[in-house]
Structures are given as structure tokens and as C-alpha cells.
């Protein structure tokens, strides 16, 4: 791995931002860390935690992915997701609002979770994952902000988190293939995978076929892409956050980053 990491190093260096960079080959055991306990702002990276929360609370029987969630207008918020445009007393089942949380990064759908699973449960499974730097306070697009502080991650708890959620240990082996496989139905394509050819190309040509389980967070100044790519039969982990950056700069190391990944992982 060490080329890759010469070239992820070589991409970063001109930028004069700040950069939290873990990548960890899970099939060699190899793994490189930067600024890996640096806090950043969370952004909508937070809502991979929040997630591990509420299956949480499905393990415990609090909650059942079927449950029916009625959407109050009260509780809807602007920014990113179409739930802020559905018609008031709508219903939708727990697992469709989990997927509109992570695949449309839906701000209205991400604080309906928090209300149902309480701030207290995402904090404490943070903790039992083992993310030692990171905080949560914080609904999302509130108008002001927590006194007590803001959400905010650092690279190398989100790499544990992943690496729980790859291996099957991010609160069980059921819920771990099932987190993965809403992330690996990302719509926000534009940062880790952008450079990747597309997942429906024909790869008779010598490109290997692959899919990232990911999660992006954007606010100006902040940019972050994380997730686990599979590309043939490989697994592979990539915390990439940035802060104090240009946005098309930061946007586009990212983009070459993911197509360093996978032409290593080819």
C-alpha cells in the first residue's frame, strides 16, 4: 500500500487545508492514518453514527424496521432529502427513512431519527464503537446553535466505525450487511467515486467491477467522503475529511483519492 499512499500524500500536499485521512486495506491488514484524531466538523457524516443508533434500538426491540413514521410539519427542515416536500400526515416505514437519511443525506429524515432514539443512545453508541474524539449534540439546521458545542468526528473513529460495519461487528452481523447495503445505494456520487467508471459499464476491458458503500458530508469549507469499497473480491476502507479548503479543490482531491483506491485495488 505504500504507493498508493505516496500518491494520496502527493494530492494533498498543495492544499492549504486541513486533511483526516484513514485507509486500511482489509484483506492485507495494511492501514495508514493522518491527522487521525484532527476534529472536524461533522457535517452529514454524523448520520452513519446515527444509523448505527437506530438498528441499535431495533436489536433491543425498542423499535422494528416496519414501524410507521406519520411526518409532522413541524419537524420538517430545509437543505438536502424530499421529505421536507411530502404532504403533511404522510407515513412512511422506519427503513424507507433510514434510506432517505443516508442516500439523499435527507435533513428532515435524519431529525426524525434523533427524536426516536434519543441524542443520550446515538452518544452512547458512539462510545461502544470506540469513537474516543467525536461528539454529538446537535439536531440538524437548527437555527441556533448548541451552547454545549457541535458534532464532530475524527478519522480515526469513523475508520473504526467502518471497520466494525465491514467485519460485522457494528452492533450485529445482521445489522452490519444491512447498514452496508443502504450505503452501497449512495446517490451522491460526486466526490470518492466520481473518477470510477461506471458500476454498469461493461468491464470486459480490464476494469474491475466494484461498489462503495459510502457517506458524504458538505458545508462550505468542510468536505468529507467515507465509506468501504468492494472491487472484485478486495475490501477497503477510506476516512477522507478536509476542512479550510476551497470546495472544487477539496471536491476534486477526493475524486482522484477514490480513483487512486481503486486503481490499487484492481
Not at 60 to 86: A, C, M, N, P, W
Not at 96 to 113: K, R, V
Not at 156 to 167: C, N, P
Request: with cysteine.
Amino acid at each position: 500500500m505504500k504507493e498508493l499512499v505516496n500518491k494520496v500524500q502527493q494530492l494533498i500536499a498543495p492544499s492549504k487545508g486541513i486533511w483526516g485521512i484513514v485507509l486500511e486495506d482489509l484483506d492485507s491488514g495494511d492501514k495508514w492514518e493522518h491527522n487521525e484524531q484532527e476534529l472536524f466538523y461533522a457535517a452529514s457524516v454524523i448520520k452513519v453514527p446515527i444509523m448505527a443508533s437506530v438498528y441499535s434500538a431495533v436489536e433491543r426491540g425498542d423499535l422494528t424496521l416496519t414501524d410507521l413514521i406519520i411526518l409532522d410539519e413541524k419537524d420538517y427542515v430545509g437543505g438536502s432529502g424530499v421529505l421536507q416536500h411530502f404532504t403533511p400526515g404522510s407515513s412512511l416505514p422506519l427503513q424507507d427513512i433510514i434510506m432517505l437519511m443516508i442516500i439523499q443525506s435527507d435533513n428532515t429524515a435524519t431529525n426524525l431519527l434523533i427524536d426516536l432514539v434519543g441524542v443520550e443512545n446515538i452518544r452512547t453508541t458512539m462510545n461502544e464503537a470506540g469513537m474516543v474524539y467525536s461528539t454529538f449534540y446537535n439536531k440538524l439546521m437548527l437555527s441556533t446553535p448548541n451552547p454545549k458545542g457541535a458534532n464532530r468526528i475524527a478519522a480515526g473513529d469513523i475508520a473504526i466505525l467502518l471497520h466494525k460495519m465491514a467485519t460485522g461487528d457494528l452492533v450485529n452481523g445482521t445489522a452490519s450487511v444491512q447498514m452496508v447495503d443502504v450505503m452501497k445505494k449512495q446517490q451522491v456520487r460526486d466526490c470518492l467515486p466520481e473518477k470510477l467508471p461506471s458500476p454498469y459499464s461493461d468491464f470486459d476491458h480490464g476494469m474491475t467491477p466494484w461498489e462503495l458503500a459510502n457517506k458524504t458530508g458538505w458545508i462550505p469549507g468542510t468536505r468529507h467522503d467515507i465509506g468501504i469499497f468492494y472491487v472484485g473480491n478486495r475490501k477497503f476502507i477510506a476516512t477522507v475529511l478536509s476542512k479550510d479548503e476551497d470546495d472544487l479543490l477539496s471536491k476534486r482531491i477526493l475524486s482522484q483519492i477514490g480513483n487512486e483506491i481503486y486503481k490499487y485495488l484492481q
